[in-house]
């Protein structure tokens, strides 16, 4: 293709579009959109427009990048039998075949919650060397307040000490959501990226945490402020972790459930209703629990709908162009109430409370009934939730909003139930409906000064 020549007073555009191929180790331009594929090695699906006026020309690169990654519910994750903390990312039979075949040693760099690594550090140790694997356990304090760049850069300073390859030796972290978030972000740091791998040991990080693409840390006074849309190679989720941990964090990761239950799924829902509680008493274990194959089939139900209802929503939105997102439901008070209480509020707990406000405001809509309303407040409160906060001030629900309105195209899209089970997206709630919400709400949930309500 030559080059494009305009007269001074020339004011149209020449465009041209032009494929990428490869021959012989070289990438070509050539010229329109079908190319014969039988003359070059490889066709790129990018592509280079070109655009030339008398003053300028510009080269536009629309380069579709794929992300591939899995989420695998398993058992027994750190049996030495089991093969899948190690291989289990790897999708290409052939490479997994030569990785078996051959007696080289598996390097992996692994970051464990501190106090996971108190519980599970032996067996953990175990399972590493029973697979004669060169490792590094980097055991932290992965807590909401030490959620922080200096956190991730400690971190890469280790694992710049570490015999790493990029291209094989996926980054392991092991914990709850912060963990999973700090090591994400400093992956995606790494040598510009490098690939990890998630698993979740708390129940919000089994259902959120794990299954979408977002990484970060706080920064500012503000969460999550700082990090990246890279998602891991593959996350790891067994369910057994829940064991050890606290009935205040089940109840917490139970918050996250049931905003996809109320935004997408009314089975999710009554499903909750129904035997939240067993779950929170059970911490999702069938054994000793004396409700066997019922417990086994409920938890799994409830972690299947909540997962593959949370990946629809993400798959198609991963990097959230469309800022139109149903998952948004408990999150537009709850991140500034979640930093001003902290550490006396979790996250799922500060979602709780903003989702019960919603709900609030959603009846005061029109959009769910007064019983609508009453069967999510008492299921929230039967899983223990808190359902208020003296915190989370008008002023609080004003400024998130206001400060939603700037980071979201002008627009609140505050995503609200319409009955039990689907949300819409609302851009129009005035001061009013928010305000007459927020005085029932504390009215009747408000238990320290008398509440008239009685979930
Ligand atoms: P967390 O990571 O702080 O873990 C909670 C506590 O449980 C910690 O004290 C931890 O030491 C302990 N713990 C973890 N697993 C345990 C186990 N199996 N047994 C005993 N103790 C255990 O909290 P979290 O609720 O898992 O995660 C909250 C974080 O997740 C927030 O920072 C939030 O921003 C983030 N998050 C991220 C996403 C995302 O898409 N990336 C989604 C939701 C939440």
Redesign the pocket.
Known sequence: MGKVHLQDNDTTEKKTEFSLVRAKDTWRRKLGKNVNKDTVDCVSAAKIYEVVTVKDTTWTVVCPIVFTYKVTETQDLLDPNNDTLLLGHISDPQQLEEIKKSNKSLQRFIVV????YK??GPKLTEYLETNNVLYKILAL????EN?SMDMVLKILEEINNFPLDRRTDPIIAI???????IV?LAASLYRRRTPYIRI??????YI?????????V?FANC??KL?AYIPPTAAFLDLS??????RR?IS??LA?MLKMALVKHRGLFELLEKHGRMLLDTKFQAHNSGYGQNLLQTASQATHIAITTMLEELAPNLWEDDLNRLVDFGHLISPAL?MKVLPSL???EAVNIDMSYMVYVSKERGLLSEEEKQRIIRCMVGMELPVWNKECTMELIQASLQDRLKHSGGLVRMPLPVGLGQAEIFNNTSYEILHSAYEKWCDELNVSSGSNCDP
């Open positions: 919650d501190q106090e996971v519980i599970y304090p992965t807590t909401e959620k914990g709850g959501g912060v963990c999973l978030d994400g979740p040991t708390t129940l919000l990080s959120d945490a794990s299954v979408g693409a977002k990484t970060g706080n969460k999550n990090g972790f829940l064991q050890t941990l606290s964090h917490n990761g996250e979640e979790l996250h799922g």
